[in-house]
């Protein structure tokens, strides 16, 4: 009797410690997904930079690189799921609280999954691969670079054909959708991870303590 006691505490007092590495882990997540969500925006802000070219706007030669490079960049989603997994192993029903235990299972076994697909295996997210190198051809006399291999002009309006320019708005219309699209997915996801954390809180208050 007082042996299974003994371990009964053992067990409460590993899962309390695993609830409290996900409270912590959690902020880490959220921070990492803001990053990424930022550089979607950044790349957001490269494809209306890429629009004014386009249309015959003078645009600041010395951005070009910045929105260049971030108007394809792919991200990697990372967030810390062994906590989830711990409690998993030890079974649901060590967490007493349902609609926690049904904020976890939705976070980590669902929106996290859907983080990694939209960043790492839904071919539309994969911008550099697919229209970097269509971007930089259609581009390619408009710029001219000094012998430095310095950016030191772009023609305006761009020496590109009609087709081309056709070609370029298609590609820069697929960039924003994309960028918006994922945008819209890190709100909500984010959103989610700060309402479980906030639960934790209040369901284990010890989790707020160092």
């Known amino acids: 009797m007082a042996n299974n006691y003994s371990e009964e505490l053992k067990q409460r007092a590993y899962i309390d410690a695993t609830i409290k590495e996900m409270y912590h882990s959690l902020d880490e997540d959220i921070r990492d997904a803001e990053l990424n969500k930022f550089g979607h925006e950044r790349g957001k802000n490269a494809v209306e930079y890429f629009f004014k070219m386009v249309s015959g706007q003078n645009v600041t030669i010395d951005s070009f690189n910045i929105h260049h490079n971030t108007l394809t960049r792919n991200f990697v989603s990372i967030q810390n799921t062994s ?15 349902d609609s926690l235990r ?9 929106q996290y999954e859907v983080l990694e697909k939209i960043e790492e295996k839904y071919q539309e997210s994969q911008l550099y691969a697919n229209e970097s190198h269509h971007i930089n051809e259609i581009l390619d006399n408009s710029l001219v670079f000094n012998e430095n291999a310095k950016l030191e002009k772009i023609n305006i309006p761009l020496d590109i054909s009609k087709e081309d320019r056709s070609r370029l708005i298609l590609i820069l219309k697929r960039i924003y959708n994309t960028r918006m699209f994922n945008i819209s997915v890190y709100d909500e996801v984010i959103g989610d991870m700060k309402k479980l954390r906030e639960h934790l809180a209040i369901v284990y208050p010890f989790v707020v303590k160092k």
């Open 102 to 110: 049904r904020q976890m299972i939705k976070l980590y076994d669902f």
């Open 83 to 97: 906590p989830f997994e711990t409690i998993r192993s030890r079974g649901f029903n060590s967490i007493s609280n």
